[in-house]
């Protein structure tokens, strides 16, 4: 069965400090995973994605994510965070199934920037 | 370029009525989605159109939830006999290509109240 754990609801850090948002999948198949970040009263927003090729994949706005199958890991990590990263972050598990696409998404997590 | 819009942005409706939201994917993107997201909660898959495919309609919650697409362009949510659960946000996205690894790219949704 595949699922998306996301291991903190609520995160809060000091602008400027380093960000780590923890994200684990269970997938028979091999995944592809993404994380996606959502703004107050706006869509869902591609931050990055890992489809098979560098374990450790770069996105916008200076995320990054290691996808680490030992660990059936893909932590979302950014070195310095600003104000404006205060968002809801989601991590997502897409797999095919049956000619669909199935896709499976944590519960989220709602990240705090404070100065 | 132009990304999913949906319309309305909002929608406040009385308990019983008829809704019916609308889905312009991006031009030339095969794939379409809905979801919905309820206050405090993470999304949850509505249906699925794969081009002229048969939808995955597997996440619709009942038979007062259905949805068309033509071909590969615009898409429509209705919602009949609205109750006041149906009250969230819904959520479109499309993507490229059937493949797991082609990301959604998500509308900023259109926030319905049921009151």
């Known amino acids: 069965a595949q699922s998306v754990t996301q291991l903190d609801s609520h995160v809060s850090v000091s602008e400027g400090t380093p960000v780590l948002l923890r994200c684990n999948y269970s997938s028979s198949y091999s995944p592809s995973l993404f994380w996606y970040v959502q703004h107050p009263n706006k869509g869902l927003q591609l931050l990055l994605k890992y489809t098979s090729a560098a374990t450790l994949v770069k996105g916008i706005n200076g995320f990054e994510a290691e996808f680490k199958k030992s660990e059936t890991s893909f932590h979302l990590t950014k070195p310095s965070a600003h104000m404006s990263d205060a968002a809801e972050y989601f991590c997502?598990?897409?797999?095919?199934?049956?000619?669909?696409?199935?896709?499976?998404f944590g519960a989220g997590t709602r990240l705090a920037v404070h100065p | 370029g132009a990304g999913v819009s949906q319309s309305p942005s909002n929608k406040v409706t009385e308990k019983g009525k008829d809704v019916e939201l609308r889905c312009d994917p991006i031009s030339g993107h095969t794939a379409l989605y809905w979801y919905r997201q309820r206050l405090g909660q993470g999304l949850e898959f509505l249906i699925y159109f794969q081009g002229n495919s048969a939808p995955d309609k597997s996440g619709l919650p009942s038979d007062r939830f259905s949805a068309e697409r033509t071909g590969e362009s615009v898409s429509t949510l209705t919602i009949q006999r609205t109750q006041q659960e149906d009250s969230a946000v819904y959520l479109c996205?499309?993507?490229?290509?059937?493949?797991?690894?082609?990301?959604?790219?998500f509308g900023d949704g259109t926030r319905l109240s049921i009151l």
């Open positions: 997502v598990v897409i797999y095919l199934e049956g000619g669909y696409n199935k896709l499976i």
């Open positions: 996205a499309s993507s490229s290509a059937p493949g797991s690894n082609q990301p959604q790219h």
